[in-house]
């Protein structure tokens, strides 16, 4: 029995050493199964990481420095910048990118990127379309511009490799692709708000230039004159003839913007309108500004008799103009200039003098030329001068909004007689002088020749220029005909330079509520006090999105949707804006002109057609055209007392800023962004867009 047992153990024994010889090899190839999967994943997490890093960063640097527009005007070279910095982040082996980042894990010299390889799904490596270039639809994503980004290692040592089994290659991929921003769901400012990029329509309405009357003149072919819009926001149009019945009539042109409607796509007797210069936020009073003049019947001066003023001109200089200055430069020293031509008739007279233009209303200073008609061979004296504008000249002692060479300069001009004699006074030695006839405007003493008007250096306004122009070998009159002319005007659509000012008129008084920017967003308690603070401090609580109805907002939307596509108008509440203001941004750095993406004082406003809140009324439905991103950098006191909010990182407020109603203020911004605040839709983002709205999104 024991020499049976013996021998078995011994048969068992040999049993174990086979299946150990056989066992060891299947155990040491799971072992390296193991550790391969373990390292197999750490080096495509790596790979994935990076590919992340580099479609994230070209995402972010869409954004930046007007990019995206660059795409448009500059694509090769926006596009290397982008292209090179999502291999950067990627990190590449191609030293003509400069640092690159995130190279652990990975065996450097086996790593390879592409950029927008031409086949996505293939194992393809060679860099294909530009990150400024559109792409077609993919099973990625649909048709628009992206930065795909694709990451390989090859090489890549296993343990299974020494059993003959190798892993040629790890790859990884990730794109982001720039889509058009359709609303906001967060972040949204309970505010509505017309800007330039919402001007369809522009007429120029001829007037008297002393009280705004229609009458004394008559246009062809029609007053107001339609313009036509050309590129870069200049519009023209061009006046046959303006007829003068009275001599002492001045006509001057006011400029209006407005809204296409269904029935009557640009018409100023019932379409919405809004006067220009508008400033954001504030309906402006129209204003005068181009002008053109009547003198008299063409008579000349006499013998002894005081000259005459036959034409007082004005043309462009710098800033725009002549007759609207604009400028974003905010230096101390900063001028804009206005050039004037002037005809003097000395009649039968032979002499020497000099006029002046003494500006009006405004601390411009007076410029003097001289004119001679001695020897010359005619009684006509043709002068020309310019006049030297400082739009950030402050009155002594004043703060920051008392800029007195800002708005409105009326111009007088006024005669010095040197030599021979006007009446019984010898010129040479006594006192020949006097002002020019001109018209008299209201609430200006004197006689005035003409008028330009010089926007604020911080204030936020879509006009940048306007002129009219005779045609050639005219100038404009004496009583009669001018002749064929043509009136030129220019906006900006988004104004990123200046301030705007935000006005709610909640404390303005009855009759005041077609001024009113507040508009109900859903939040509770319903319409009124506590919902609009409430939407300021935590955001809108309805998604707000473009309206796709042709402008209608016909039905309203129910209370019960989300999103909305309409906005209702509703009274201000000074307390309300104040506190939401002051809870939502509180005392934060003020960061502009670079503020970070998550800034905490950036927000979002939602614009309407130019025009339409003119004539709207509260609980009115008014349809969403567009979404501008706005940077707060003050608001109101809450708690009473009025005036600024007592946070010394907040700027002082634009001019404009009377204490009453409630005021938001701080820069525009497109709303190109990463934030997640807004809502995305899935088709291509239109670059060509005065105001872009774009976000870029890693779509995988």
Not at 173 to 189: E, H, M, S, Y
Not at 355 to 373: E, L, N
Not at 388 to 397: D, E, L, Q, R
Not at 565 to 594: H, I, M, Y
């Amino acid at each position: 029995m024991i020499r049976r047992l013996a021998r078995q153990a011994r048969g068992d024994h040999g049993q174990v050493v086979v299946i150990a010889a056989l066992m060891i090899p299947v155990f040491l190839l799971l072992g390296a199964l193991v550790v391969d999967a373990g390292n197999w994943y750490a080096h495509k997490r790596s790979l994935q990481n990076r590919a992340d890093a580099g479609a994230l960063a070209a995402g972010l640097e869409y954004t930046k420095n007007n990019n995206l527009r660059n795409c448009i005007s500059n694509p090769g070279g926006t596009g290397t910048t982008l292209s090179n910095l999502a291999k950067a982040y990627a990190g590449t082996n191609d030293v003509s990118v400069g640092t690159t980042y995130n190279k652990n894990v990975n065996n450097q010299s086996n790593v390879t990127v592409a950029i927008n390889a031409t086949n996505p799904t293939a194992l393809d490596w060679t860099d294909g379309g530009s990150p400024c270039a559109p792409h077609a639809a993919d099973g990625w994503s649909s048709a628009g511009l992206w930065t795909d980004v694709k990451v390989r290692e090859g090489n890549v040592g296993t343990l299974f490799g020494s059993f003959g089994i190798s892993l040629p290659q790890i790859a990884a991929q990730a794109r982001v692709k720039v889509q058009p921003i359709i609303g906001v769901g967060t972040n949204g400012l309970p505010f509505i708000a017309e800007t330039g990029d919402q001007i369809e329509c522009v007429w120029a309405q001829f007037v008297r230039a002393r009280d705004g009357g229609t009458t004394g003149f008559t246009v062809t072919p029609s007053n107001p004159i339609l313009l036509t819009e050309g590129t870069n926001h200049t519009w023209t149009g061009n006046v046959t003839n303006v007829v003068f019945t009275n001599a002492h009539d001045d006509v001057a042109v006011r400029y209006w913007g407005g809204s296409k409607n269904g029935s009557a796509p640009c018409d100023f007797a019932n379409g919405p309108k809004k006067p220009l210069p508008h400033e954001l936020g504030q309906d402006n009073l129209p204003v005068q500004i181009d002008w053109l003049n009547v003198y008299d019947t063409g008579a000349q001066p006499g013998n002894q008799q005081a000259p005459k003023l036959r034409r007082f001109s004005l043309s462009a200089n710098t800033c725009g103009g002549p007759g609207y200055l604009y400028t974003t430069d905010t230096s101390a020293g900063a001028t804009c200039r206005v050039d004037f031509t002037a005809e003097v008739d000395t009649g039968v007279n032979n002499v020497r003098g000099e006029i002046t233009a003494q500006p009006v209303g405004t601390a411009v200073s007076p410029v003097t030329i001289p004119y001679d008609t001695t020897g010359a061979g005619s009684n006509l004296a043709t002068v020309s001068g310019t006049i030297i504008v400082f739009p950030n000249h402050t009155a002594s002692g004043s703060n920051i909004q008392n800029y007195d060479q800002v708005g409105p300069t009326y111009l007088k001009v006024s005669w010095r007689q040197v030599t021979g004699q006007v009446g019984s006074t010898n010129c040479a030695t006594g006192n020949c002088s006097g002002t020019f006839e001109g018209e008299t405007v209201s609430g200006v003493s004197d006689d005035i020749q003409q008028q330009f008007y010089t926007s604020d250096p911080l204030a936020s306004v879509p006009l940048v220029a306007t002129s009219v122009t005779p045609a050639a070998g005219r100038s404009f009159p004496a009583l009669g005909s001018t002749g064929p002319f043509s009136v030129t005007f220019q906006h900006t659509a988004v104004d990123k330079d200046h301030v705007v000012l935000i006005r709610d008129s909640g404390s303005f008084g009855p009759g005041t509520g077609n001024r009113t920017r507040s508009i109900y967003c859903g939040n509770s308690p319903g319409q009124g006090a506590q919902a609009l603070e409430n939407a300021i401090k935590d955001g809108c609580a309805k998604d707000l999105a473009l309206n796709a109805r042709q402008d209608s907002c016909s039905p309203a939307p129910l209370s019960s949707a989300n999103p909305w596509d309409c906005v209702q108008l509703e009274q201000g509440q000074k307390t309300s804006v104040s506190k939401g203001a002051e809870d939502r941004f509180q005392c934060t750095p003020n960061n502009w002109p670079n503020p970070p993406e998550t800034d905490q004082r950036y927000a979002y406003i939602i614009l309407t057609g130019f025009g339409r809140t003119g004539g709207a009324a509260n609980g009115d439905w008014l349809p969403i055209e567009g979404l501008l991103r706005v940077y707060v950098t003050g608001w109101d006191r809450s708690g009473g007392g009025g005036g600024p909010a007592n946070c010394s990182y907040n700027d002082d407020p634009p001019r404009g800023y009377d204490t009453q109603g409630a005021q938001i203020w701080g820069h525009l911004v497109e709303p190109i962004t990463i934030d997640p605040a807004v809502i995305v839709g899935d088709g291509e983002c239109d670059l060509t867009n005065d105001n872009i709205q774009c976000s870029p999104r890693l779509v995988r």
